[in-house]
T-cell receptor, first 111, second 113 residues
Framework: DAKTTQPTSMDCAEGRAANLPCNHS???????VYWYRQIHSQGPQYIIH???NNETNEMASLIITEDRKSSTLILPHATLRDTAVYYC????????????FGKGTKLTVNP | KAGVTQTPRYLIKTRGQQVTLSCSPI?????VSWYQQTPGQGLQFLFE???????NKGNFPGRFSGRQFSNSRSEMNVSTLELGDSALYLC????????????FGSGTRLTVV
């Protein structure tokens, strides 16, 4: 079973920030938080990951709470092409770690 | 650089047949994982290979098998196909030893009739 919980769906207006929450209350100290997204019928796409510090890249920002029990993925200026299912996953590094996908959040960006 | 390449993109097979799917990872990536995606079960882990060795296996019957070659390319095989094996099969590769995300291919859409 997935170790994270996410809302089933969210809507966002084009051009506005999309804030996608994820709860990972049982995360252990050596587990990272990864975010992927899947646009219909394509393979999942890596977005960003972090351990305890906030992270930013060209696609998004990741805000992790101080207790590490939850995080928020921020798409600063959502476009129609950001409509996808977003998955939050926790996993350790270096081993033969498998990705355990939950049902994710279906984000719909509206014009 | 080239991404993860999966072939074929689409496949139609008959119940009872077997099928082989191929995955070429990103150059330098030595870990290859396979996932099955269906509308009912979502994305499920099949197995992971590193240096030609299976390191981790998901909860799938023995009809599902895989292998990895010395050039890191991987194949998965499904024997005695069942209707329920119809799915999108995804391959992902990663560089082992660092904090890198997995890169997925576009998948092979298998339809069993």
């Amino acid at each position: 079973d997935a170790k994270t919980t996410q809302p089933t769906s969210m809507d966002c207006a084009e051009g506005r920030a999309a804030n996608l929450p994820c709860n990972h209350s049982t995360i252990s100290g050596n587990e990272y938080v990864y975010w992927y997204r899947q646009i219909h019928s394509q393979g999942p796409q890596y977005i960003i990951h972090g351990l305890k510090n906030n992270e930013t890249n060209e696609m998004a920002s990741l805000i992790i709470t101080e207790d590490r029990k939850s995080s928020t993925l921020i798409l600063p200026h959502a476009t129609l092409r950001d409509t996808a299912v977003y998955y939050c996953i926790s996993l350790t590094q270096g081993g033969s770690e498998k990705l355990v996908f939950g049902k994710g959040t279906k984000l719909t960006v509206n014009p | 650089k080239a991404g993860v390449t999966q072939t074929p993109r689409y496949l139609i097979k008959t119940r009872g047949q077997q099928v082989t799917l191929s995955c070429s990872p990103i150059s330098g990536h030595r870990s290859v994982s396979w996932y099955q995606q269906t509308p009912g079960q979502g994305l499920q882990f099949l197995f992971e290979y590193f240096s030609e060795t299976q390191r981790n296996k998901g909860n799938f019957p023995g009809r599902f098998s895989g292998r990895q070659f010395s050039n890191s390319r991987s194949e998965m095989n499904v024997s005695t196909l069942e209707l329920g094996d119809s799915a999108l099969y995804l391959c992902a590769s990663t560089y082992v030893g660092g904090n890198y995300g997995y890169t997925f291919g576009s998948g092979t859409r298998l339809t069993v009739v």
